[in-house]
Structures are given as structure tokens and as C-alpha cells.
């Protein structure tokens, strides 16, 4: 016989089309077909699904989650009625932002049908999040569905179930209606891949919609899901909530499920990595949060931690004040002027209700060396692992692969011994830290969520402002406060360092103009509730965003 010879390996340029290909055709089975945005439209297409959709539509994709679930819940509107609309929106979004992996329309309704039969049936819900459409980030595993995490090498990879918190979100009635894009490696602060391209920010294209979730952060801005599904373990959640003016939550390690997820082992914690939710409300951060937590996740998850949800109540007094501790830079980059005006801004409105609030500043505690520590030990393997996913379809690196990877001087193989180290700097820096926080006494940080609002893309470069937090494990959620103003500038202040000098020359006045400007809020490890709690109480005494987005 003769020898059997090896099938030529696909060009990668062929599996890319393939997968733009399946995700039109996802698109395409919607009926009737979803209204195509113009070609002419404006830098910010933030308001362009409004003027494409019908009334209803537009009144149902615009409640906030927690709305929404209260008519679905109550049987005012119907699981199919609303799932057709966001599968609509969604669809738009796509067509503007390049934001989707696949629509999912004949699983979505067909979930949405039985929903409605079960509350015909028994005149109730199903459960807690009855007919509430849910996005989910692909690498997130869905049975039968591909799992790629950004790789062009894994096309081919099909999940076999779908991962804990679907199954959770599931049982508790929760409809997915669409698959978000990811960027390749999942370590950008920016959503490319070679697969699908480049997902831009809704608000003006030529800037990023942040990563790694920034397909669930454009989708969510633009109306096509109130409520989604990301990770995080350097920023992925709270950096793309703040480049699309959304809310962010990233939780404490091992509170949400992650099992049967594309990234990494549940369990394995040189850097936690964590599932979380994005939104266009608080409430849906909390909402999300609670109804898993409260399923007790941990009897099936082994690794998660046995804490159940507990609610916080915020009532603070002039004798017991809720105490804000206000981190305006990390000592190592000056965040633009938009991010110091809204720190500035919000700030001033806390200082307003009184000593009720006690504000005092909150020094950085050796951030720089927090980022020698963590990029340490995001890549053990020297980044082997990645390079063979890349080298094995031979598409090419992005570049911000190249540069959190191949340019990073901390990437390198650890030894048993290396890596035994690091971990131990590991601790030893979160143990100073606890004590930093400590001596400072405060509930919460109000910090930047990123050095500056979304910058151009193949930038994002500068991950401190919420890397910090992921080395800590603090949670930390994003709100959005106002918009880059006309006029806005540079203010005569030292440079901090080099990185600091590197994130001035991204400054572009003219073309950040009218974006998002975000900040974040920050507590202790397993503060979960605590910190958002209080984010919806600063939302109600002081009103966020405390300018418009539209």
C-alpha cells in the first residue's frame, strides 16, 4: 500500500470565512429579516437601532433588565415577543459594531415558546429570570456550539455541555439569544481576532470597544442584550463597561461558576480569573449576582466558595458615615483629563450629602510592582501555549498579542521554583495591601477604570487601573459618570514615568470628544454585595450618569 499522506492543512483565510459566513447565515434565518442600517450613518450609532425598530421594539429593548423581568415575570409580555425583539436588535448591533459570533434565533425561540407554554400552562413563571434574553461571550462553553477563544486552530472545538452558569441561568429561566465576539489570545484590552476582525465601539469606530468582552460591551451599549455574560482576570469585564458606557461587574474569584468554560481550569488560581455580568443597569449586576449565588453553585462546583448572597443595606449617618477612599492616579500613569473631571465631578456631588459620606484620599500602594507580579504569572508557560494555538492554523499574531505576550520582559517559563516565588510575592504583596487598606479605613475606593476613555485601536497597552484589582481578587464595578466635553486638555503636570509619558500621547481631544467617561468602585475580597450595594446608593443619592449618553 502506499504511504498514507497528510491532509494539506486549510488556510486560515478560509476558516475565517467560514465562521463570518455561519454567523451571517445565523443572522439571516431571522422572519421576517432584521432592518440593515444605512451606510451613511454617523460616528456614534448609539441612537441608529431606534430608528430602525418598531415601537414595541424599541419599548421593550430600552427597559432596564430588572423592568423587563417584572413585565415578563407578571405575564405582561410574552418570552417569544421579547426574545424577537432582542434577537432584532441584536442583529443591528452586528451590522454596526461587529459585535456578534452567531445569533442563536431557532434555539432562543424555541426556548422562549416553551416558556410561554409552561406560564400558559401553570399561570406562573419558571423561574426568577423568566423569559430574560441573556448574551454570552463565546468562550463560554454552549453544547454543541464552537468554543474558538479567539483561536483561528479552534474552529473545530465543540462543547460538549454548556458550562455551570448557563445551566444555572437556564434553570432559573433565561433565554440566550446571541454568541459575543472574543479577542484572540484573550489577553486584550481590545476585541480583534483574526477570525471575525475587529468589534468597534458604537460611540465612534475608529476607537475600541474594549476587551476582552467588548463584543458583550458593544452589544449591551447598543441595546442588543441588557444583560450579559464576561470574564475577567485583567480588565475584560470593567474595561469594556467603561469604552461603551455601560455598567460592569467583576466579583470576587470563585463566587460564579466557571466550569466548562474555554479559558482555563476552574480551580486554577496563579491569576483568578472570573465569569461576571455586564449591563445597562446596576440592577442587573445584582440581579445576576443573586439569582446564581442563590442556587447554591458550589454543591456541583467544588471549587467555588460555600457564601451565599447576602443582602447589604446602606444607610449611612453622620455617627456611623460610609467611608470612600478616592484613588485619583496609581503613580504610575496620569489618566487622561475626562477620567480626572469625572473623578473631580462625582467627588464633588458625594462631598454634597454631607458627613454622611467621609471622602479622604487613598495613596496607591506600589501598583507598578502589583503589575511585575501579575504579568508574571499570567503566562507560566512562556506564552508556549499560545504561540502553539497561533502557529497551528498559522495565522498571524494580532498586535496586541505580540505585545502582552512576545513583548512583555516579565513572559517567561517558570521553573517550579520561579513560579513558587512569584506566588509568594503573590501574597506577600496582597497581606501589604490588606494592611494599606487597613490603616486607611475606608468601605470602598472610587478609582479610573482605565487611564484614559477608549482609545484608538492596537492602544489599549496600560491595564493597572483594573489589573491592580484582579492581583488583589477585590471585586470591582465600572458606572458610568459623563461624556468627554469639547475643550478638554492637558493641565501642566509632570510625567509619572514612561508609561505615563506613552499614555499622554494617546491623548486626542478632537477625537475622544463625546465619549464615555467611566470610574470604578472597588472593596475588599468577597465585598461582592457590599460594593454594589453601595454603587446603587451612590446611583440614587447622586444620579449616574450625571450626564446624558445619547
Not at 1 to 20: N, V
Not at 519 to 542: N, P, S, Y
Request: proline fraction near 9%; include cysteine.
Amino acid at each position: 500500500m502506499p504511504p498514507s499522506r497528510a491532509l494539506p492543512k486549510r488556510p486560515w483565510q478560509d476558516i475565517a470565512k467560514e465562521a463570518q459566513e455561519h454567523r451571517d447565515s445565523t443572522i439571516s434565518q431571522l422572519s421576517p429579516p432584521a432592518p440593515k442600517a444605512p451606510s451613511d450613518h454617523p460616528k456614534n450609532v448609539v441612537s441608529i437601532p431606534e430608528t430602525l425598530l418598531d415601537e414595541n421594539e424599541i419599548r421593550i429593548t430600552n427597559l432596564p433588565p430588572e423592568a423587563l423581568l417584572e413585565a415578563l415575570l407578571a405575564g405582561h409580555l410574552s418570552a417569544v415577543e421579547v426574545t424577537t425583539a432582542y434577537l432584532r436588535r441584536a442583529a443591528i448591533a452586528q451590522g454596526l459594531t461587529n459585535c456578534l459570533t452567531e445569533l442563536l434565533p431557532s434555539l432562543a425561540l424555541s426556548r422562549a415558546q416553551e416558556l410561554d407554554k409552561y406560564f400558559s400552562t401553570h399561570q406562573k413563571p419558571i423561574g426568577p429570570l423568566h423569559g430574560l434574553p441573556i448574551s454570552v461571550k463565546e468562550h463560554i462553553g454552549f453544547k454543541g456550539l464552537r468554543c474558538t477563544t479567539g483561536y483561528v486552530s479552534h474552529w473545530d472545538n465543540i462543547s460538549k455541555e454548556d458550562a455551570h452558569v448557563l445551566q444555572t441561568l437556564s434553570t432559573a429561566g433565561a433565554v440566550f439569544h446571541c454568541r459575543t465576539t472574543v479577542p484572540q489570545t484573550m489577553m486584550h484590552l481590545e476585541t480583534d481576532s483574526n477570525l471575525y476582525g475587529v468589534t468597534v465601539n458604537p460611540y465612534n469606530p475608529n476607537l475600541t470597544s474594549g476587551g476582552s468582552s467588548g463584543g458583550e460591551g458593544a452589544l449591551v451599549a447598543l441595546g442588543g442584550s441588557c444583560l450579559g455574560i464576561g470574564s475577567d482576570v485583567g480588565g475584560s469585564i470593567r474595561n469594556p463597561a467603561a469604552n461603551c458606557g455601560i455598567y460592569g461587574f467583576k466579583p470576587t474569584a470563585f463566587r460564579i461558576p466557571t466550569d466548562g468554560w474555554g479559558y482555563m481550569m476552574a480551580g486554577a488560581d496563579t491569576v483568578e480569573s472570573v465569569l461576571g455580568p455586564l449591563s445597562t443597569s446596576l440592577a442587573g449586576l445584582t440581579l445576576f449576582m443573586r439569582t446564581i449565588i442563590s442556587t447554591s453553585p458550589w454543591l456541583t462546583e467544588p471549587a467555588l466558595i460555600p457564601l451565599p448572597w447576602r443582602p447589604v443595606s446602606i444607610n449611612p449617618t453622620p455617627s456611623s458615615p460610609l467611608r470612600i477612599g478616592i484613588l485619583s492616579h496609581d503613580a504610575v500613569v496620569r489618566p487622561h483629563p475626562p477620567i480626572s473631571r469625572a473623578l473631580s465631578l462625582l467627588t464633588s456631588r458625594l462631598r454634597s450629602l454631607g458627613p454622611a459620606v467621609q471622602l479622604s484620599p487613598f495613596p496607591p500602594y506600589l501598583h507598578d510592582e502589583a503589575w511585575a507580579i501579575l504579568s508574571s504569572l499570567y503566562f507560566t508557560d512562556g506564552g508556549a501555549a499560545d504561540a502553539e494555538a497561533i502557529a497551528a492554523s498559522g495565522e498571524p499574531w494580532r498586535p496586541l498579542s505580540t505585545h502582552i505576550i512576545k513583548d512583555n520582559s516579565c513572559v517567561k517559563k517558570l521553573s517550579v521554583g520561579e513560579l513558587t516565588y512569584w506566588l509568594e510575592e503573590r501574597e506577600a504583596y496582597r497581606k501589604e495591601y490588606a494592611a494599606h487598606w487597613n490603616k486607611l479605613g475606608v468601605d470602598v475606593v472610587l478609582c479610573p477604570a482605565g487611564p484614559g476613555v477608549a482609545p484608538r485601536h492596537n492602544s489599549a497597552r496600560y491595564w493597572g487601573y483594573t489589573s491592580q484589582w484582579n492581583l488583589l481578587d477585590y471585586p470591582g464595578v465600572v458606572v458610568p459618570v459623563c461624556r468627554v466635553e469639547k475643550g478638554e486638555d492637558w493641565v501642566g503636570e509632570e510625567e509619572l514615568s514612561g508609561l505615563d509619558k506613552e499614555n499622554r500621547e494617546l491623548w486626542d481631544a478632537e477625537e475622544f470628544e463625546g465619549m464615555p467617561v467611566a470610574l470604578q468602585l472597588v472593596g475588599r475580597r468577597f465585598e461582592d454585595e457590599k460594593v454594589l450595594a453601595i454603587a446603587e446608593w451612590i446611583q440614587k443619592k447622586v444620579g449616574l450618569p450625571i450626564e446624558g449618553f445619547r
